[in-house]
């Protein structure tokens, strides 16, 4: 399966601030996904990752608040902009296999906003 | 909608007892079916899948069999060691669409 990582592995912001993580895969892929595992709670997808197009969004997220970019092939990023304490979450960046039978995930961002 | 509804934990069991963790689905059409796993301080790892009706998904003793008319794919294993404490996720995916609905995850502490 396709190996990915991520960068932050973690990090503390200060509210207001915006982070962009950065997910990065060792194969191509057409298609990522962006996802949010709040504390204790379950993974919830942000939205889907196009190469060439924009983001598609799940409802209650927004360009906005969590721009995405999707350059190539093998790498996305997930921007958190204006952050609140009510960000803190893991964020994992996952990708479908190539026989598009299962899916993948990142070692996941660990975002502790302040 | 789609759904997945897993028992709540966490779930306590001594090494080499048998384990079995509940989830039942919602789903219009016929899903693929998963069980995830995320270690302590580690990311999400695919476990077992299953993609159709009747079909057993198994991987590291673990096992979940697909039935579609009970709608559910429990996770079981028949004797569980200290180091499967950890986060269990089932998890569904509409045939066509790579895009997953997670339960709510059950924790599973195994104690010597």
């Known amino acids: 399966s396709a190996v990915i990582s991520q960068k932050p592995s973690r990090d503390i912001c200060q509210r207001g601030t915006s982070l962009t993580i950065q997910c990065q895969v060792d194969?191509?892929?057409?298609?990522m996904f962006w996802y949010r595992q709040q504390p204790g709670q379950s993974l919830t997808l942000i939205a889907t990752?196009?190469?060439?197009?924009?983001?598609?969004?799940e409802s209650g997220f927004v360009i906005d608040k969590f721009p995405i970019s999707r350059p190539n092939l093998t790498f996305s990023t997930l921007t958190v902009s204006n952050m609140s304490p009510e960000d803190s979450s893991i964020y994992l960046c996952?990708?479908?296999?190539?026989?598009?039978?299962?899916?993948?995930f990142g070692p996941g961002t660990r975002l502790l906003v302040l | 909608g789609n759904s997945v509804t897993q028992m709540e934990g966490p779930v306590t069991l001594s090494e080499e007892a048998f384990l079995t963790i509940n989830c039942t689905y919602t789903?219009?059409?016929?899903?693929?079916l998963f069980w995830y796993v995320q270690y302590p301080g580690e990311g999400l790892q695919l476990l077992l899948k299953?993609?159709?009706?009747?079909d057993k998904g198994s991987n590291k003793g673990f096992e979940a069999t697909y039935r579609k008319e009970t709608t559910s794919f429990h996770l079981e294993k028949g004797s569980v060691q200290v180091s499967d404490s950890a986060v269990y996720f089932c998890?569904?995916?509409?045939?066509?669409?790579?895009?997953?609905?997670f339960g709510k995850g059950t924790m599973l502490l195994v104690s010597p």
């Open positions: 996952s990708v479908e296999d190539g026989l598009r039978s299962s899916t993948h």
């Open positions: 194969s191509q892929v057409t298609m």
């Open positions: 990752a196009n190469q060439g197009s924009e983001a598609t969004y």
């Open positions: 789903a219009t059409g016929y899903p693929s």
């Open positions: 998890a569904l995916a509409l045939s066509g669409y790579s895009t997953l609905t």
């Open positions: 299953a993609t159709k009706a009747d």
